[in-house]
């Protein structure tokens, strides 16, 4: 049988058919949405990663600040330091005069033999030696007591080192027919004496000659060397042997009338035979040269030649000394220094001067005052002090020429600020021709960027930051300025070309922006002021 479809049942069949287009064209445009959707998201998120990868792969870390209180750069000669909570206030111990005995006839000499005193807190200083002549009972009345000794006993000699068991010293300064008696005073640094015992220490001579003649000698030749003199000699001793020879100069010829007016320049031992001499000015120059025998005989050499003209003397000061540190040990307060230099004379050593007050130490004024001590090394202990005291310690270094250097002591506010930075964990190479800092001291701002005409602290100035190098594995950072795994440098800033007025207790604001990367903030207080030239602030 045929089946009839009605009207009404094809257009349900229909409109089902458009519906389920209908709902395929809304998945579509809804997937496709959601895959526009997604897209974006995606390149926006990895638009924000790459943003976030970049900074955090440019940073860079600060190691340190420092802040210089010097304006040129100069390192300080004035340092302080707190003396030791306890002193050295006991004298050496177990000097022993062992005996005095004939050594010679002729010449006639007297043989001392000792054993040393040790200390056993700022140690051995020296050992001096010496005579009184008087019968036995007067003599051991005087040698008795230290202060009788020194007051009306002659120092015939004086030593500063090779301490030991097994001492000698003769005199031949004695006469025949004399009673002699000699006393040894040891000191320690500290300045305290010790009496040495004797077990033999008397001593008459019946016999012998003494030696009444002098050393002879003659100035050979004087010559210019550079911007000194050269002066040789020859000389000799037939007797007791030459002890020392002075080295004399002066405007005028030297004679023995007139030989305390002439300048001493050098007081030599007995083997010496030149000595180079750096006269202060041009002209001409006389010489003349003594010796001095054992037996305290003085003679002036005769001279070939006693003068010079004079055409280049040495005029510059000595270069200034470096690295300066104070400590205190147990009984002493020591300090040290890098050396100074001197390309003309050369350096003869270095001026020390001590003072309770710092303003002291300030002033060209102090350079005309005796010297707390002189020394040729670059250390200095100091045995003799107030527990617990202050002392403020100036060291002024002075060519062979007798030129002084100068007095440098570091500005109240900070003139330098040093960076030493290096690059962020996991940080990319940092490029500094991109890097800007940003300061701040409450009432001046600034904003600097990089000098790249040269390096050091020299090429900071009111608009830019220079930098220095302390390490750099790849060479990169010398060569183009980017700082690399590894390396290390600072930055300068010159705070007073700035306009910063860096005092003590002052806040200071600093930003570094290493191009796209993170900025580092840093907030310090400047510290109180102190003799140091650098303070650490961060």
Same mark, same amino acid.
């Given at each position: 049988m ?5 009207k009404?049942e ?7 058919l458009?519906l389920f287009?209908a709902i395929i064209?809304? /998945? @579509?445009i809804?997937s496709?949405?959601i895959?526009?959707?997604g ?9 924000v *990663?790459?943003e @976030?990868?970049?900074q955090i792969t ?5 190691l340190n600040i420092?802040g210089d209180?010097d304006?040129?750069g100069?390192? /300080? ?8 909570i ?7 111990v177990g000097?022993v005069?062992?005996?005095v005995?004939?050594? %010679?006839t002729n010449p006639?000499?007297v043989?001392?033999r000792?054993?040393? *005193?040790?200390?056993?807190? %700022?140690?051995? $200083? $020296? ?8 019968d ?5 009345y ?5 202060n ?13 080192g090779n301490f030991? %068991?097994?001492r ?16 040894i005073?040891?000191?320690?640094h500290?300045?305290?004496a010790?009496?040495y ?5 008397i ?7 003494k030696?009444?003649?002098?050393p002879?000698?003659?100035i050979d030749?004087?010559?210019s060397?550079?911007?000194g003199?050269?002066?040789t000699w020859?000389?000799t001793?037939?007797g007791?042997g030459i002890a ?5 100069r002066?405007?005028s010829?030297?004679?023995?009338s007139?030989?305390?007016?002439a300048t001493?320049? /050098?007081?030599?031992n007995g083997t010496?035979?030149?000595y ?7 002209g001409?120059?006389?010489? @003349? ?8 005989n003085?003679a ?12 280049m ?9 470096g690295?300066?540190? *104070? ?6 307060i ?20 001590r003072?309770?007050n710092?303003?002291?130490l300030?002033s060209? @004024?102090?350079l005309?005052s005796?010297?707390? *001590? ?6 200095f ?7 617990y005291?202050?002392?403020?310690y100036?060291?002024?270094?002075v060519d ?7 007095i440098?002591y ?10 030493? +930075?290096?690059?962020?964990p996991?940080s990319?190479? +940092?490029?500094?021709?991109d890097?800007i800092v940003e ?5 001046v701002e ?5 000098n790249?005409s040269?390096?050091?602290v ?16 790849s060479g990169e ?19 007073r ?5 860096l ?6 604001t ?5 191009g796209n990367?993170?900025?580092?903030? +840093?907030?310090?207080i400047?510290?109180?002021?102190m003799?140091?030239r650098f303070?650490q602030?961060?």
């Open positions: 045929k089946k009839v479809y009605r009404e094809g257009d349900i069949g229909i409109a089902t458009i287009i064209i809304v /998945a @579509a809804a496709s949405l895959i526009y959707v897209v974006t998201l995606r390149e926006q998120g990895e638009e *990663a790459k @976030a990868t970049e440019s940073s860079l870390r600060i420092l209180r304006i040129d100069k390192p /300080a000669n004035i340092i302080s330091v707190r003396a030791p306890q002193h050295d206030g006991t004298p050496p000097g005069i062992e005996n005995s004939l050594y %010679s006639l000499g043989i001392i000792w054993k040393s *005193a040790v200390d056993y807190e %700022s140690g051995m $200083c $020296c050992e001096k030696i010496y005579r009184v002549s008087g036995d009972t007067t003599l051991k005087i040698l008795s007591n230290i009788y000794v020194k007051e009306m006993g002659t120092l015939v000699a004086n030593f500063t030991s %068991s097994d000698r010293y003769v005199d031949y300064s004695v006469d025949s027919g004399q009673t002699y008696g000699y006393a005073i040891g000191y320690d500290a300045g305290n010790l009496l015992e004797e077990n033999d220490n001593i008459t001579i019946s016999t012998g000659t030696d009444t003649t002098p002879s000698g003659s030749n004087i010559k060397a550079g911007v003199v050269l002066i020859t000389a001793d037939s007791s020392e020879q002075i080295v004399y002066s405007r010829e030297i004679s023995a007139n030989i305390n007016n001493v320049v /050098a007081v030599l010496a035979r030149s180079m001499d750096y006269p202060p000015s041009n001409t120059w006389y010489y @003349a040269i003594e010796g001095i025998d054992r037996a305290g003085t002036i050499y005769t001279s070939n030649v006693n003068s010079i003209d004079v055409s003397v040495d005029t510059e000061k000595p270069r200034d000394i690295g300066m540190h *104070a400590y205190s040990g147990d009984y002493w020591e300090i040290s220094w890098a050396p100074s230099r001197d390309n003309e004379s050369g350096i003869a050593g270095y001026y020390i001067y003072s309770l710092y303003e002291a300030t060209n @004024a102090i005309s005796r010297p707390y *001590a002189f020394v040729n090394t670059t250390h202990r100091d045995y003799v002090y107030q527990p005291q202050v002392y403020y100036l060291v002024i270094p062979r020429a007798g030129n002084v250097g100068d440098i570091p500005q109240s506010t900070i003139q330098i600020l040093e960076l030493k +930075v290096a690059l962020g996991g990319q190479p +940092v490029d500094f021709n890097v300061l701040t001291d409450g009432h600034a904003s600097l960027q990089l790249s040269g390096f050091g020299n090429y900071s100035d009111g608009k830019h930051f220079s930098v220095g190098v302390v390490r750099d594995p950072f010398r060569s183009n300025y980017i700082l690399g795994d590894g390396g290390v440098v600072i930055i300068y800033i010159n705070a070309k700035v306009g910063l007025s005092e003590p207790q002052t806040v200071l600093m930003k570094i922006l290493p990367g993170i900025p580092i903030y +840093v907030k310090v400047i510290p109180s002021i003799l140091n303070v602030i961060y």
